[in-house]
């Protein structure tokens, strides 16, 4: 397993990663929640990960959500065995999407059993969230999902650290029209030390890649009442850019950070479909 050995595990969390990265304990089923909805099962294998995705319909443009961090921590200081949210709040907004291909992708480890697990270890929901091995093979994903979809281009959503992953894959590819992230950490060195925590010492950051990223249109959607992820984060992945001219920042207020989004986000992604 050599694209392990350079990941080291950081099993120190203070609160605000566990709130960060906790969601709620009612229960969800993915599968009768993607049926109600129309998207079948895919499940992509990849060099490290099986990832889990939901797929509905077929287009030239694919638009992509990525979840959050999901289920990372039990407490403050012990990380799951799990790292499926709860309350998926990316597949609640590729629900509302409209267009006619939208894929839902889990993170690795999420929304998998059994042989699907592999190589599921607690770094990567945690330290190494960002890490290369996540990034390849969700890059993977992207590139067998616009073959099932017929797609030649991509939109990228992401809400929380799903933010991050979407512009952390736009950095790598050429076929990426749009990046939209909702509640996005898009600076987790800034968030690190804006929270007084461990920082992901094993994780790719946006921030450091913002001047690549800043030819891409991106709107990022952030909230005046989130505290776990606060408007700073994204004031300071702008900061690290020279031309901000395609990058709009969409701020709201009165919603938290695992508030339901859905009753926001779909009007905001409909203005911008009817500017296109």
Not at 7 to 22: D, K
Not at 93 to 116: E, M, S, T
Not at 240 to 263: P, R, Y
Request: charge should be positive; hydrophobic fraction near 40%.
């Amino acid at each position: 397993m050599t694209l392990l050995k350079n990941i080291n595990i950081n099993f120190l969390a203070l609160s605000i990663i566990f709130l960060f990265s906790f969601s709620g304990c009612t229960s969800f089923s993915p599968h009768s929640f993607a049926e109600k909805h129309g998207f079948s099962e895919q499940i992509f294998v990849a060099n490290t990960f099986d990832i889990t995705g939901y797929l509905r319909g077929k287009s030239s443009i694919l638009r992509v959500y990525f979840e959050g961090d999901g289920k990372a921590w039990l407490s403050r200081s012990r990380p799951s065995s799990d790292p499926t949210p709860h309350n998926p709040i990316s597949f609640y907004l590729a629900a509302a999407d409209i267009n006619p291909a939208v894929l839902y992708v889990a993170r690795p480890c999420q929304f998998v059993k059994d042989q699907h697990r592999r190589n599921c270890v607690t770094q990567f929901w945690t330290s190494a969230r960002f890490s290369e091995p996540v990034l390849h093979d969700l890059n993977q994903v992207l590139n067998q999902a616009k073959a099932i979809a017929g797609a030649q281009r991509l939109e990228l959503v992401g809400y929380s650290g799903g933010g991050a992953v979407a512009l952390l894959l736009a950095v790598r590819r050429n076929d990426v029209d749009l990046v939209v992230t909702i509640a996005g950490n898009l600076d987790h060195a800034f968030w690190t030390s804006y929270h007084h925590v461990s920082p992901l010492r094993d994780s790719l950051n946006p921030a450091d890649y913002a001047v690549q990223t800043q030819s891409i249109k991106q709107i990022h959607i952030v909230s005046s009442a989130d505290s776990i992820v606060p408007t700073a984060v994204s004031n300071s992945y702008l900061s690290k850019m020279n031309d901000t001219s395609k990058v709009q920042i969409v701020t709201v207020h009165g919603v938290k950070h695992t508030d339901d989004w859905s009753q926001i986000v779909p009007s905001i992604l409909k203005k911008i479909d009817q500017h296109k």
